[in-house]
């Protein structure tokens, strides 16, 4: 059982910077993706980033391309997501999530673990 805890969310003016972490409990064996999602009230989940095993790849959702960057440092068991030139439509709760393949999806369901969440709130 892999747990996740996210951190680094909080309140910030519009075209300010974040970033968020997200740590593993263990270490698993074999090659995983770590992805980032995030949730606005009264909407659904969307995806914002991923990343595979080896940080090689990653992949963005066009929202959030060249402002956000996704990273991972697998010695730390830690995934980080860099937002940059954020705006007040980035406001929500953001979660990590680990997915025990080595292909990238955007899709939620393919990820197994799942953080707690930590607020981003973007103020204009």
């Known amino acids: 059982q892999v747990q996740l805890v996210e951190s680094g969310g909080g309140l910030v003016q519009a075209g300010g910077s974040l970033r968020l972490s997200c740590a593993a409990s263990e270490r698993t064996s074999g090659p995983y993706v770590m992805g980032w999602f995030r949730q606005a009230p009264g909407k659904e989940r969307e995806f914002v980033a991923a990343i595979n095993w080896s940080g090689g790849v990653t992949d963005y959702a066009d929202s959030v391309k060249r402002r956000f960057t996704i990273s991972r440092d697998n010695a730390k068991n830690t995934v980080y997501l860099q937002m940059n030139s954020l705006k007040p439509e980035d406001t929500a709760v953001y979660y990590c999530?680990?997915?025990?393949?080595?292909?990238?999806?955007?899709?939620?369901?393919?990820?197994?673990?799942w953080g707690q969440g930590t607020q981003v709130t973007v103020s204009s």
């Open positions: 999530a680990a997915r025990l393949f080595s292909r990238i999806t955007r899709d939620g369901n393919d990820y197994a673990y």
